[in-house]
């Protein structure tokens, strides 16, 4: 979708991971500011909107790896004139290294309870992100295809991790919760909607080694 007729429109950008057990949001600082903001751009004339978030993006990722990047779209918010697009990164390769590019300080990652905590966000901002929001998005998001659960997870894993990472995404199932359960669901929901397989790999480290598996290949 494209912008034929210029106007006022920030597209702001959610990178999402689980970390620690905890749905967290990428946030940015840049230099001569000291709130912490969402990795964000303004639309210009007759920009496209995959293409102003992938000008947004390639200044965190760089240029080379937007490709693996696919957006969609949360929702709009008008605030204060300016009319705000949110979008939910979807990255195909979780593992990017993050860049530090010229205007910007610092970047980390929050949780729900961080965000409120030690005014760490412009007023303005903070009142426009809903983090309940973002995550009852994700939870659906994931619920619609559990394939998707890829875009939130390592390149490899084992099936422990991927039980932890549907979990702390919010799915509830009573499956889920445990161990020989959750495997008996996988075992018949990729047989009739493949999404992981197996890889050569072994994780090795103070317990038994695991099989690792990795995500197949989907397209949102």
Avoid at 33 to 44: A, D, G, K, R
Avoid at 110 to 130: A, P, S, V
Wanted: a positive charge; proline letters at 2%; one cysteine or more.
């Amino acid at each position: 979708m494209s912008n034929p007729k210029y106007c006022n429109i920030k597209i702001n950008i959610f990178f999402v991971r689980v970390i620690s057990n905890n749905l967290k949001i990428l946030f940015i600082k840049n230099k001569g500011s000291n709130f912490w903001e969402l990795p964000n751009t303004v639309l210009t004339e007759n920009e496209d909107f995959s293409v102003a978030c992938k000008r947004a993006a390639s200044l965190l990722i760089g240029q080379s790896y937007t490709e693996d990047i696919e957006y969609k779209l949360i929702d709009n918010i008008l605030c204060n004139g300016l009319l705000e697009t949110n979008y939910l990164s979807l990255n195909k390769k979780f593992n990017h290294n993050f860049l530090y590019n010229k205007n910007l300080k610092d970047l980390t990652w929050f949780c729900d309870k961080e965000l409120t905590e030690n005014n760490i966000l412009n007023k303005n901002i903070l009142n426009n992100i809903k983090f309940n929001k973002i995550s009852n998005f994700v939870t659906e998001f994931i619920r619609s295809d559990f394939a998707n659960v890829r875009y939130f997870i390592k390149n490899k894993f084992t099936l422990s991790e991927l039980q932890k990472t549907f979990i702390n995404l919010g799915i509830n199932k009573k499956q889920f919760y445990e161990k020989r359960n959750f495997r008996k669901w996988l075992f018949v929901q990729n047989k009739d909607n493949l999404f992981i397989e197996e890889t050569n790999l072994m994780q090795h480290g103070n317990h038994r080694p695991a099989k690792l598996y990795k995500p197949l290949d989907r397209i949102v």
